[in-house]
DNA sequence: CAAATTTACTGAACACTGTTCATTTTTAAA
DNA sequence: TTTAAAAATGAACAGTGTTCAGTAAATTTG
């Protein structure tokens, strides 16, 4: 009986359809310039189809913010197998950026967007986020405890690094770097955190 | 003849009050959950009334920018006043981070929100922009000059620094400090910037 | 002061939005 | 082939930004 089992593929297919043509939309005009019926008229299916797919608008964004976060784990993924805690957290910076600057729709949906907050019940993009984040702080709790820094405030170091990270992202993203002409802002950035990098050894 | 004058302070005090209505609105609801008519309403006239004095919501919206902008100059002003280049730094990014965490939605408005960028014409609010980022620059360029850094590439320096003010403003605003209980944010954003500083003396 | 003119304002309409639901079409089971 | 279940939809509701013909108010003119 292996219908109910295409059932279920073909389901699952119709949700990645609609979740793809929505990423593609909201990644060109925005989450709110973005309207059930677009998505429809780009998969050639009535409005109301999409309904029985996704309960409503806000979880279409959801289930598109999970992925991003499962992506972006699997992007940081490979540092893991990194020993040395202080070149684990160079390269966990730098592929944090790098996700940044090849996914900023992805990276806009995670640490950017106003989220519809009313459903914090996204739990497992939260629980995603909060897993990466902890392997964040506990490489940055390595390097302490191996002396990499004079300082021994964990927490403070952690967030600062993350700052720099975000507002290096965060800028690009959100096209904040117009005074610099656009075939420089890249550059910048890799500067930017090759600084950031010399500036926190001596921390 | 100062019926003229009075109609035109009229005319201003009506742009006024449409203006801080949609800024009280804008904070609370975010500027794509308020309607012409939310606005309307909250000043108690029709909706065509505002489209006398508005052409339509986004020039509303840059119009705030406008106004934000011009805020947040004068939040910076007294440091001009500041002989020390290296404390005319420090007190820049203070008073740059204080002044997002005093006006997060027009922090919001100036650096994050995405723009209806058909307008690029809002040249007013990108000059004053740009003068201010000039008057930091040239901060940096002094501080440069006066061997307060070891490094002498001022660009990748004020980037760097500005990059690690957005963050730190931006993840407050848009709320992605949850992991760290409410009451213990500013307190880390506080740390946070001493530390920058810290590492900047080393740089 | 009354009439004419300019200014300020508004109600109704248009095409759009998210969402729901009764109805129809397609698919699977008997 | 008929019957039951599943999938898809058209039409509707209340909301949106925006326009415009028409009304009400204020000012200027005779």
Not at 60 to 77: G, P, S, V
Not at 128 to 138: D, P
Request: proline content about 3%; glycine content about 4%.
């Amino acid at each position: 009986m292996g219908i109910t089992q295409r059932k279920e593929r073909e389901k699952e297919g119709m949700r990645q359809l609609i979740l793809q043509a929505a990423l593609g939309l909201f990644r060109d005009r925005g989450y709110d310039a973005v309207s059930i019926r677009n998505i429809a008229e780009a998969i050639e299916y009535s409005p109301a189809t999409i309904y029985l797919y996704y309960k409503d608008k806000s979880e279409i964004f959801f289930a598109l913010q999970y992925e991003a976060a499962a992506l972006k784990r699997d992007h940081l993924l490979p540092v893991a197998a990194i020993e040395n805690p202080w070149e684990r957290l160079v390269e966990f910076g730098r592929r944090y950026v790098d996700f940044g600057f090849k996914h900023p729709d992805l990276y806009d949906l995670l640490f950017i967007t106003r989220a519809p907050m009313e459903y914090v019940e996204n739990q497992e993009c939260w629980a995603l986020g909060m897993a990466t984040h902890s392997f964040f702080s506990e490489t940055v709790q390595a390097c302490v405890d191996q002396r990499y820094f004079k300082s021994t405030d964990t927490e403070t170091i952690a967030y600062t690094l993350w700052c720099h990270a975000h507002g290096l992202v965060s800028l690009f993203v959100r096209e904040r770097m117009r005074m610099y002409p656009e075939e420089k802002r890249q550059d910048l950035a890799q500067k930017s955190f090759s600084m950031i990098i010399k500036m926190a050894e001596h921390l």
